[in-house]
T-cell receptor, first 113, second 116 residues
Framework: AQTVTQSQPEMSVQEAETVTLSCTYD???????LFWYKQPPSRQMILVIR??????QNATENRFSVNFQKAAKSFSLKISDSQLGDTAMYFC??????????FGGGTRLMVKP | KAGVTQTPRYLIKTRGQQVTLSCSPI?????VSWYQQTPGQGLQFLFE???????NKGNFPGRFSGRQFSNSRSEMNVSTLELGDSALYLC???????????????FGSGTRLTVV
């Protein structure tokens, strides 16, 4: 069974600064996908960024980028130029060929003005 | 393009009752997955339906069941409710039921179930 661990329950960052959220996972699979989801108070899970394990290049989406270290089974999210609207719960998630998402426990991010 | 719609948004039930939650996927999406979110257990996979067939099932008791209709709308049912079933139930839909190309999973806003 896959496991996903987010070691930072809560983090805070000043507006316009950069913050990095950590995620590690454990799997014996070679082909899989990794995701970061954002859950604001509206409760809807919003996809932030995803990474295919077979791709060595780190994914980037505007202010969001990941540091994917496959050998270390690490998948961290970097948010640059943090904005107040980035305040939310962030979940790291893993998916293998079984199409089931396994989520980490989440990191609550607070962006301070 | 409408997103994933879950109804109702909030629900209060009494222990021992049963409840049915509904999920309307994005038009054209054939896969619907359900997740339970609680403060103690986090997000856990319940089941996935694709073209009216259950393809995957998580580690939940038989009191939790679901189905999918020909129009891809899905319902999940919880019978003999327990206090521990209080949770946010999230539904996610996708075109093929897997990550392919630019296709992924879109979540609804969930149904908040409170069992008293």
């Amino acid at each position: 069974a896959q496991t996903v661990t987010q070691s930072q329950p809560e983090m805070s960052v000043q507006e316009a600064e950069t913050v990095t959220l950590s995620c590690t996972y454990d799997t014996s699979e070679n082909n899989y996908y990794l995701f970061w989801y954002k859950q604001p108070p509206s409760r809807q899970m919003i996809l932030v960024i995803r990474q295919e394990a077979y791709k060595q290049q780190n994914a980037t989406e505007n202010r969001f980028s990941v540091n994917f270290q496959k050998a270390a089974k690490s998948f961290s999210l970097k948010i640059s130029d943090s904005q107040l609207g980035d305040t939310a719960m962030y979940f790291c998630a893993f998916m293998d060929a079984g199409n089931m998402l396994t989520f980490g426990g989440g990191t609550r991010l607070m962006v301070k003005p | 393009k409408a997103g994933v719609t879950q109804t109702p948004r909030y629900l209060i039930k009494t222990r021992g009752q049963q409840v049915t939650l509904s999920c309307s996927p994005i038009s054209g999406h054939r896969s619907v997955s359900w997740y339970q979110q609680t403060p103690g257990q986090g997000l856990q996979f319940l089941f996935e339906y694709f073209s009216e067939t259950q393809r995957n099932k998580g580690n939940f008791p038989g009191r939790f069941s679901g189905r999918q209709f020909s129009n891809s709308r899905s319902e999940m049912n919880v019978s003999t409710l327990e206090l521990g079933d209080s949770a946010l139930y999230l539904c996610a839909s996708s075109l093929f039921g897997r990550v392919q190309g630019n296709y992924g999973y879109t979540f609804g806003s969930g149904t908040r179930l409170t069992v008293v």
